[in-house]
């Protein structure tokens, strides 16, 4: 059964610049990750094993191209490697940008799914000094970041959904 928010993945579907594009979850950094676009949510699964800020431009350049360009809320989930300093500074820098061209519709938000207290507790002390709230969630909590990222609660579960489904593109191994 193909949930009302959850659309194959057309020509028209990734025309334009519109954040209500849908985009079926797909696999994008050369298999390393999936992405899935829908109710105005991205959804991002990396199984990463080096980040380098090469592949965080390469992360921006596919993920902006399936969006439309699109600065949607998002959830994001690091099956393996974290960013380090110099990635994460290049992954803000790329945000600020897109930021500048194309402010967020509505209040943006982060969710960042990690099993790592310590990694949950840098998110919200990034969240403190950001202008973006940044909330962090425990794995088995997917469906509550589905919920807080969710612009209205209708769109919770289809959200979810496309995270269930871009989750099992880059699967656990």
């Not at 193909?2 to 985009?23: E, K």
């Not at 997917?142 to 919920?147: I, Q, V």
């Amino acid at each position: 059964m193909t949930h009302p928010l959850i659309y194959p993945r057309t020509p028209n579907a990734m025309s334009g610049t519109s954040s209500s594009a849908r985009v079926s979850p797909c696999r994008i950094l050369d298999g390393q990750a999936a992405m899935a676009f829908g109710s105005e949510v991205a959804v991002l699964v990396f199984r990463v094993p080096k980040w380098t800020v090469e592949l965080a431009d390469r992360l921006y350049e596919e993920s902006t191209a399936l969006t439309g360009r699109a600065n949607p809320r998002t959830i994001v989930h690091m099956l393996e490697a974290e960013p380090g300093a110099r990635v994460r500074r290049r992954l803000a820098d790329l945000q600020s940008a897109l930021d500048r061209e194309r402010p967020a519709t509505g209040q943006r938000r982060v969710a960042v799914l990690a099993d790592s207290p310590i990694t949950r507790g840098a998110v919200t002390a990034l969240g403190w000094l950001s202008r973006d709230p940044l909330r962090g969630f425990p794995s088995r909590e997917a469906m509550d970041a589905a919920r807080w990222v969710a612009h209205a609660p209708k769109d919770a579960e289809a959200i979810h959904a496309l995270y269930v489904g871009t989750h099992q593109l880059v699967g656990e191994s």
